[in-house]
């Protein structure tokens, strides 16, 4: 009888464990970017703070969103916490930048650039310059 309580003890602190472990080592699954703070640090140049488990897919349309009114517009996105609040920006600040995004609907130019060190998976003419 001892040896049967002792038994499932074990397998019970093993399930917990194997639980536990997979809570860990499992990513948070990925939400569309929301602006948890925005700071206008120029004239049509906003930065923005997302969650930290923000899908990089949905960057480019918040960053849309800041630009609706305006015919020359900067976003940039970073994590909620490193994002800058005013110019200059700090050399941390740069390199903690996940996401670019300019537009001039005068001359049609627009460009969206990823940190590709934090997303792989970007194609690489779509990569921050740092």
């Keep these: 009888m001892n040896k ?9 602190l093993f399930v917990t464990g194997a639980i536990a472990l997979n809570a860990m ?3 948070e699954p990925l ?8 700071h206008e640090v120029g004239p049509s140049f906003y930065t923005v703070a997302v969650q930290p488990n923000a899908d990089p897919a949905t960057f480019a349309d918040l ?11 900067m976003v940039g996105i970073w994590k909620q916490g490193s994002e800058p609040t005013a110019m200059p920006f700090t050399e941390a600040q ?5 996401f670019a995004y300019t537009i ?4 049609g130019f627009e ?4 940190d ?5 998976n970007t194609p690489r003419d779509r990569c921050l310059t740092k």
């Design 104 to 107: 001039n609907r005068k001359t």
């Design 4 to 12: 049967w309580i002792i038994v499932a003890g074990a397998a019970a």
């Design 31 to 38: 939400v569309a970017a929301t602006a948890l703070a925005t």
């Design 25 to 27: 080592l499992e990513p």
């Design 111 to 114: 460009r969206m650039a990823w």
């Design 94 to 98: 740069i390199k903690a930048q996940a």
């Design 63 to 73: 960053a849309g969103m800041k630009c609706l009114d305006a015919d020359n517009c």
């Design 116 to 120: 590709c060190s934090v997303y792989p």
